[in-house]
Structure formats: C-alpha cells, structure tokens
C-alpha cells in the first residue's frame, strides 16, 4: 500500500464534516474537491496538509524544524518551522473540534450498566513547560466506564478548577468524581440534566441539610461508624443557590486498619508534617461518598464498590503521560500548548480507532508511514459538522 493510502486511512477515521471545521473555525476556508489543491510554495490551502503536519509534529515529539522540514523532503509543503507555529497558534480550536466530534460519535455499549445508568468517571490532570513553577495547562477529562472509551475532553488555563459544569451531560448517567467536584453547583448541573452523580464527599465546599432545613454535623456521624468495614448512610439535602433542594444520600465506610495505615501514608505523602492536622488524621479512616443515586436503585455496599472503579481515569492519565507524552509540552505559549494537547489526543483516539476497526482489515492495510508527510488523495468532501 502506498503512503498515500496509508494517510486516507487515517483520514477515513477522522469524524464527519473535519475539513469544514477548520472553515468554520477560521483556519483554511473549506473547498471543493476540485479546487482542494495542495499547498503551493508557502502558502497551506487544504486543511489534510495543516492536519498531516500538527499530528507529525505532535504525536512524533519532532522540534517544529523538523517536521517543516520532513514536510518539504516528501514534497507536501514548503514551510518555516516559524509559519508552522502561527498556523498552530489559531488551529487549537479546530483540532478540539475534530476530539469532541470523535469522542461524541464513539460506540455505546449496553452491556455491564449500572442499574440502567451509563458510568463516567472524570477527573482533570496538570500539565507543565519544562521549569514551571506552577500549573501550565489543565486537560479535564471524562472517561466511559464500560468500554475506556472518551467521553469529552476540554483543554484550559490553571484558572479552570474543576467542576461538573465543563461539561455536557446527557439523561441516564451516573458520573462519578473526587473530591474536587464535591460542590453543589456540579450536582446541580447533573440533576438538571436528569443524570445522577457519585462525588467523594469533602468538607467544607459542600454543606448539608436535614429535610427540615437544619444543617447537619457529618463529623458526628463519622465517630458514630466505630467497626472498620461498617457502611452506613444518612439522607441529606444540597440546597444549591436559586435552586430547589436536591435529595442526597451520604455514604459512610470505615476503612479496615491496612487500608487505614495506607491513607495515613498517602496524607502525609501529600502534605508536610505541619500541614497534616489531628482532623485530618481522623478523616483518612473512612471513606465518605455523596450520590444522588436512588437506593432502590443501587445499595451503599454497590455504590462504595462503583467508586473503586474510579482509578481507572487515574491510570488513563498515567498511561497517556508516560507512553504519549502528553505531560511533555513544547511551547510557553497558550496558543501553541492548546493545540498540541488537543492534537496528542486526536493521534490517540486515532490510534483507538485503528486498534480496534469496525471491520476485519488486514495487517498490512495500515502500514508504518501513516503519519508521514506525504500529500493526500481526498476526493470527497463530508456534509457540514457543528460541534
């Protein structure tokens, strides 16, 4: 197979309507099928061509020298690794695009539900340039339970925390969260939208009301669960700002002694030794989880047991950083770091969709140049897509 075929079968993977999104986002202005033209000297007019060289550039880990000049060797475009660089710093939002659409398509299984829900867990992980003192990006990510499969991806600033509100939120999900999303403006954000949450309960961010209205003492009840392994749960109430109380339950486990010491060990990991408080210390012997999960729909024992399923975003994240790089950002500038994250994330679920096809291919089908700079045979435009 030549390397122009292996390139369309990249692109064969790419959602509905991705070269229109590039018009739509002010990038290239769409074309014809006749007038999509390669790139001309310097000038890039077909968005195959931008494509080709932002995944180069990103999933390779080249210097953007490199791929400019990769570019030019196979006779695809001839292009300053400075020119490269501008067309990056206004393509972010075109390859979030193409991610979201990608995302949003992928298959549904009904098989292993909860209860009848479809499970996301989310979480949100830091980036940093080489040096950084502080936080240089933050990716939130949402993950389906039942496949690993991305549900949405959104790539922002340090002044982006962490809530539910990133993100769009469909009927009959269960979406399960740390403590970082323990606020009542995220619960509220998924009862609205007829979804259901599973939150690792933090204090302080998120009072609780008995029905009558009167705020309840959680630290009370903690000392109240005395036997390690003991569950117990309490009904509560979120009263959310401009909004009708919300009916909660709140889960409490005692940890068993070994799991005990290891969350002792994981605070004192986490904060020095003058930071970690007696209150503190006596918080990491249980485990304390908020739900708006009816309990004819799922016990406590299964909810606690759900939660556990959580690591699996934790070990996305891991797996992503040190197999593709994505902790390993190339540029200070906010421009650039927004759509190189997004282009690692477009060659990853790219990557996905090869591994796993809808069909039987065969193993030479997608050969070893797939992402190399070669020019493209597109001989079809997709109908217009809007994220």
């Known amino acids: 197979m030549t390397r122009d075929d292996d390139w369309d079968a990249i692109v064969a993977k790419l959602p509905e309507g991705w070269r229109e999104l590039a018009s739509l986002h002010g990038v290239l202005k769409s074309k014809s099928p006749a007038a999509s033209a390669l790139a001309s000297g310097w000038k890039v007019r077909d968005p195959s061509v931008l494509l080709r060289m932002i995944l180069h550039y990103a999933c390779t880990n080249s210097a953007l020298k490199t791929t400019a000049g990769t570019a030019a060797a196979t006779g695809l475009v001839e292009i300053s690794g400075v020119a490269l660089h501008k067309w990056m710093r206004k393509s972010g939002h075109w390859i979030a695009a193409m991610v979201c659409a990608m995302v949003a398509t992928a298959a549904k299984f009904d098989a292993a539900r909860w209860a009848g829900y479809d499970v996301i867990a989310v979480d949100a992980t830091t980036a940093q340039n080489p040096g950084a003192k502080g936080t240089t990006a933050r990716i939130h990510f949402a993950l389906r339970l039942v496949d690993l499969g991305a549900v949405a991806i959104l790539v922002g600033g340090a002044e982006i925390g962490e809530t539910l509100k990133?993100?769009?939120?469909?009927?009959?999900?269960?979406?399960?969260?740390?403590?970082?999303?323990?606020?009542?403006?995220?619960?509220?954000?998924?009862?609205?939208?007829?979804?259901?949450?599973?939150?690792?309960?933090?204090?302080?961010?998120?009072?609780?009301?008995?029905?009558?209205?009167?705020?309840?003492?959680?630290?009370?009840?903690?000392?109240?669960?005395?036997?390690?392994?003991?569950?117990?749960?309490?009904?509560?109430?979120?009263r959310p700002r401009g909004h009708d109380a919300i009916d909660c339950r709140l889960i409490i486990m005692r940890l068993l002694p070994d799991q005990a010491a290891r969350a002792h060990k994981r605070l004192y990991e986490e904060h020095t030794k003058s930071e970690v408080t007696p209150a503190m210390l006596e918080l990491t012997n249980y485990v304390v989880l908020i739900t708006t999960v009816p309990i004819n729909r799922l016990s406590a024992e299964e909810l606690i047991e759900l939660y556990r399923l959580r690591w699996q975003i934790e070990l996305n994240f891991k797996?992503?950083?040190?197999?593709?790089?994505?902790?390993?950002?190339?540029?200070?500038?906010?421009?650039?770091?927004?759509?190189?994250?997004?282009?690692?994330?477009?060659?990853?679920?790219?990557?996905?969709?090869?591994?796993?096809?809808?069909?039987?291919?065969?193993?030479?089908?997608?050969?070893?140049?797939a992402l190399r700079l070669v020019a493209p045979q597109i001989t079809a435009e997709a109908p217009r897509f809007h994220p």
């Open 166 to 238: 990133n993100f769009v939120i469909e009927a009959k999900q269960l979406w399960i969260a740390d403590r970082g999303y323990c606020n009542a403006n995220s619960i509220a954000h998924a009862v609205a939208a007829h979804a259901a949450v599973l939150i690792r309960f933090a204090f302080g961010p998120l009072p609780l009301f008995d029905t009558s209205g009167a705020s309840v003492d959680v630290r009370a009840w903690l000392r109240g669960v005395t036997t390690p392994g003991e569950i117990r749960e309490y009904p509560v109430q979120v």
């Open 319 to 369: 797996r992503e950083k040190s197999i593709a790089g994505l902790d390993q950002l190339p540029s200070r500038l906010p421009e650039t770091i927004h759509c190189w994250i997004c282009a690692k994330y477009l060659g990853i679920e790219l990557a996905r969709r090869l591994a796993e096809p809808a069909g039987p291919f065969s193993p030479c089908s997608v050969g070893n140049h």
